[in-house]
C-alpha cells in the first residue's frame, strides 16, 4: 500500500528553510529510482511545479511563523507535490482546504482535479466546501456518526433532498442544508435512522418523522410519559390527512401535553417545490457545464479518478438514490411526479455491474513489482545529509549559538580558574573543581537539539510512512552532518582554556574527550525528544537525568562512598568517563605538588589516598620536597582506569547505544498513527 499510495496530512510539514524548488527536489530524490538521471528528475520536478501553479514561488523559503515564505495554499500545494512527484495511483488528502481562505481553497481543490485528471485516484476528506468546490467533485459521501447519508453527485442532491420531503429553500447551500438536517435529526427522538434508511433502500418517511422533536433532558419518568403521549399522536397521525408541509402535530391540540409544544420545530416550515426546482443561488450554468464534461471522473467524499476514455459510466452505484438525468437538472425542467405512498421506495437501488465500466487506466503497483525502498542505502544516507547540511547552513542559531555559548564561558572560566598551572594543594581543588563544570557544561549545552528533533519528527513520520527512506539512512545522515559542528565546538573550547589556564593536559587528548562528549550527549539527547511527546517533557527528562548522572560520576560520591544499591548509576553515568578522561589527562605521572594537608580541605579530593606511584617512588607523604605527585590524586578519587583511550572508548560504545535505541525508536515507535 505504501508503495502506490500516498497521503497528505492535513498539517503542513516541511522545512521552512528550504525553498519550493528545493523542497520537491529533495522528494524527487529519495522518491524516484536511480535509474533516472538527475537531469530526468529535475524535468519532472519543473513539470510538477507547472502543474500546482508555483512558477512565481519556485525560489521562495517555505517559511514559518517567524520566517515570511509562500502562502498557505501555496504551501498546501507545495505538500500535495511532495506526494505525487512518483505519480502514485492513490492518493488520500485528509482536509486540503483547512484553514484556507475560498480563493486558496479552490485553487487547492483545482489543482487535485488536475491530478485526478492525470490518472491517479484521489480520496480527501473536506469540511464546509462552497458551492464552486462542489462543482469540480464528481461524488461525494456524507456520513453522521459512522453511517452513510448520502452517496453520489452533488448536483442530485437536490433531488435526493426532496425525495425524502426535505426540499432545498432557496438561495441556501445543498450540502450545508442537508448537514442541519443531519444535525436536526441527530439531536431529535428519532435519531438518525429515518435518514440511513432513506438511502439504504429508499424508504421514504412518513410525515410524522419529516419534522422530529427534539430531545429535551427529563426525568426517568417524566421520559417514559413522554415516549407514551408521542407513540399515541404518531399511530392518530398516520392515519390523517394533513398537507404536505403543515406541522405534523396542529390537529393534536386537544392532548394536554403542556409546554412541551415549546420544542416542537416550527422553523421548517418550506414553501411547496417541485421534486427537482432548485434555489438559484445554487445553479451556476459555467460550473455545471464544467462538471457535466468531466462527469467521467468519481468521487467519494472528494474521490476523483479519471478513465482515460471520457464516456458515462453505463452503471448505477448500488444505494444512489437519485437517479433524475443530469440534462434535466442542467435544463432547469421541472419534473411533476404523483406523490409517492409514505411507505413506497422512491428508487429500487441496484446492483452495480462493474465489468462494464471498462477503465483505460493502467493497473495498480503490485508490491512485489520493485523494493520497498525507490533507493539504495548509500543514496539515501548521501540525499539526507545534504539536506540536514543545507538546513543546518541556512539556520545558524542552531550551532552557532552553542558555539558562542562554550567561546563566552571558556573566556569566563579563564579568568575564573586563573594560575591552575601552579603545582600546590590549593590548584588540585580547583583543577577538579573546573573540569567537572567543564563537562556539565558540554552535556547541558546539548539540550538546544530536543526541540529542533521534535519538530522535524513529524516531517520524518510523514517520509518514513512512505518508504521514502529507511530510519538507519536518517540516524546515520544526521550524525555525519553533525560531526564538524560538534569537532568545531570541543576545538575551540580547549584552545581557549588550554592556553589561558596553561593546562598540564596534552592539548589533543582534551579536545578528542571532548569531542566525543559532545557526540554522546548528543546521541542521548536525540534518544529523548525521540521518546517524548513534546519539548517541555523532554527539557525536564534531560535535565533530570543529566542531573543524576553528575551526582554519580564520582565527584561529589566517590565511587566506594555511594550505597551498594545505587553504585550501578555510577557506572552508566554519562558524565563518569570525561571527567575522569579529562583528570587521568591532567594528573597522570609523577607530577609533584606542595603544601599543606588544611589546603585540600574543604574540597572534593579529601584523604589522600597513596597511590602505586608514589609508593614505588619511595616517596613519604609527610615529605616537605614531594608530599604528593599526580597519580596519587587519581587514586584518592577512586579511579581505576589510567588509560584515557579506554574511558573515550566507553564514551563513545554509550554513544552507539544511545543511536541505536533512537533507531529502534524511529523504527518501531515513530508511527503515522493517531493515539
Known amino acids: 500500500m505504501k508503495q502506490i499510495s500516498s497521503y497528505v496530512m492535513q498539517d503542513d510539514q516541511l522545512f521552512p528553510m528550504l525553498t519550493v524548488l528545493e523542497t520537491l527536489r529533495f522528494a524527487a530524490e529519495v522518491r524516484l529510482p536511480p535509474s533516472l538521471s538527475r537531469e530526468e528528475k529535475l524535468k519532472r520536478v519543473w513539470e510538477l511545479i507547472e502543474q500546482l501553479g508555483l512558477q512565481t514561488t519556485a525560489h521562495t523559503y517555505i517559511g514559518d511563523e517567524g520566517i515570511r515564505g509562500v502562502s498557505g495554499g501555496e504551501r498546501r500545494r507545495v505538500s500535495i507535490g511532495i506526494d505525487i512527484i512518483h505519480k502514485p495511483s492513490l492518493l488520500f488528502l485528509d482536509e486540503p482546504t483547512s484553514g484556507l481562505d475560498s480563493t486558496s481553497a479552490y485553487s487547492v481543490v483545482e489543482k487535485v482535479k488536475e491530478i485526478a485528471k492525470g490518472g491517479s485516484i ?62 436536526e435529526y441527530d439531536e431529535s427522538t428519532l435519531g438518525l435512522e429515518p435518514l440511513v434508511a432513506y438511502q439504504r433502500d429508499g424508504s421514504k418517511p412518513n410525515e410524522a418523522a419529516k419534522t422530529p422533536i427534539p430531545k429535551t433532558p427529563r426525568t426517568p419518568y417524566q421520559k417514559s410519559v413522554q415516549f407514551r403521549q408521542i407513540q399515541l399522536k404518531s399511530n392518530q397521525f398516520s392515519v390523517t390527512t394533513a398537507t404536505p408541509h403543515a406541522h405534523p402535530f396542529s390537529n393534536y391540540e386537544s392532548y394536554n401535553i403542556g409546554d412541551e409544544e415549546e420544542n416542537f420545530d416550527n422553523s421548517l416550515e418550506r414553501k411547496t417545490q417541485t421534486p427537482l426546482h432548485t434555489g438559484t443561488s445554487t445553479y451556476h450554468p459555467r460550473l455545471a457545464s464544467q462538471f457535466y464534461k468531466d462527469f467521467s471522473v468519481w468521487v467519494y467524499h472528494g474521490v476523483t479518478g479519471t478513465p482515460v476514455s471520457h464516456r458515462k459510466p453505463t452503471w448505477t452505484p448500488a444505494r444512489t438514490p437519485a437517479r433524475t438525468p443530469m440534462s434535466s437538472y442542467l435544463q432547469r425542467t421541472p419534473h411533476h411526479q404523483p406523490p409517492p405512498s409514505p411507505h413506497e421506495p422512491v428508487f429500487k437501488p441496484e446492483e452495480p455491474t462493474y465489468h462494464e465500466y471498462q477503465l483505460d487506466l493502467e493497473p495498480l503497483d503490485a508490491p512485489e513489482d520493485g523494493p520497498k525502498f525507490a533507493n539504495p542505502w548509500l543514496r539515501e544516507v548521501a540525499v539526507l545529509s545534504w539536506r540536514t547540511a543545507l538546513n543546518v547552513i541556512r539556520t545558524p542559531e542552531l550551532f552557532l549559538s552553542r558555539e558562542i555559548v562554550l567561546t563566552v564561558m571558556a573566556l569566563i572560566l579563564s579568568t575564573l580558574f586563573h594560575r591552575l598551572s601552579d603545582a600546590n594543594f590549593t590548584t588540585i581543588n580547583r583543577l577538579l573543581n573546573f573540569y567537572i563544570f567543564a563537562v556539565c557544561l558540554v552535556f547541558f549545552s546539548s539540550n538546544d537539539a530536543v526541540p529542533t528533533f521534535i519538530q522535524e519528527r513529524f516531517i520524518f513520520i510523514r517520509e518514513r510512512s512512505h518508504n521514502a527512506y529507511r530510519a538507519s539512512s536518517y540516524v546515520i545522515s544526521s550524525l555525519i552532518v553533525y560531526l564538524p559542528f560538534f569537532a568545531i565546538q570541543g576545538f575551540t573550547f580547549a584552545v581557549i582554556t588550554k ?177
Open 499 to 675: 592556553f589561558m589556564l596553561h593546562l598540564q593536559s596534552n592539548l589533543v587528548n582534551f579536545w578528542i574527550i571532548l569531542f566525543a562528549s559532545l557526540i554522546t550527549t548528543n546521541a542521548y539527547v536525540m534518544l529523548v525528544s525521540a521518546l517524548v511527546p513534546s519539548y517541555i517533557t523532554g527539557y525536564a527528562v534531560v535535565i533530570a537525568t543529566t542531573a543524576l548522572f553528575f551526582l554519580t560520576c564520582g565527584f561529589f560520591l566517590k565511587r566506594t562512598k555511594i550505597p551498594i544499591a545505587w553504585r550501578w548509576l555510577h557506572y552508566i553515568s554519562a558524565i563518569k568517563y570525561p571527567f575522569e578522561a579529562l583528570l587521568v589527562n591532567e594528573f597522570k605521572g609523577s607530577r609533584c605538588y606542595v603544601g599543606t594537608q588544611n589546603e585540600l580541605s574543604p574540597g572534593p579530593l579529601g584523604q589522600i589516598k597513596p597511590s602505586d606511584l608514589h609508593i614505588s617512588l619511595n616517596l613519604n607523604s609527610t615529605s616537605t620536597t614531594c608530599p604528593l605527585i599526580g597519580q596519587d590524586v587519581l587514586s584518592t578519587m577512586d579511579i581505576t582506569i589510567d588509560n584515557i583511550w579506554i574511558d573515550v572508548g566507553i564514551l563513545l560504545a554509550w554513544g552507539v547505544l544511545y543511536r541505536l535505541f533512537f533507531y529502534v525508536v524511529l523504527r518501531f515507535y515513530s508511527k503515522n498513527e493517531r493515539k
Open 122 to 183: 484521489v480520496l480527501m476528506t473536506i469540511h464546509q466546501p462552497s458551492f464552486r468546490i462542489q462543482m469540480l467533485l464528481d461524488r461525494i459521501v456524507i456520513l453522521a456518526r459512522g453511517r452513510l447519508i448520502y452517496l453520489g453527485s452533488p448536483i442530485t442532491l437536490p433531488t435526493y433532498l426532496a425525495g425524502f420531503g426535505r426540499p432545498v429553500p432557496d438561495g441556501e447551500n445543498s450540502i450545508e442544508y442537508l448537514l442541519d438536517v443531519i444535525k
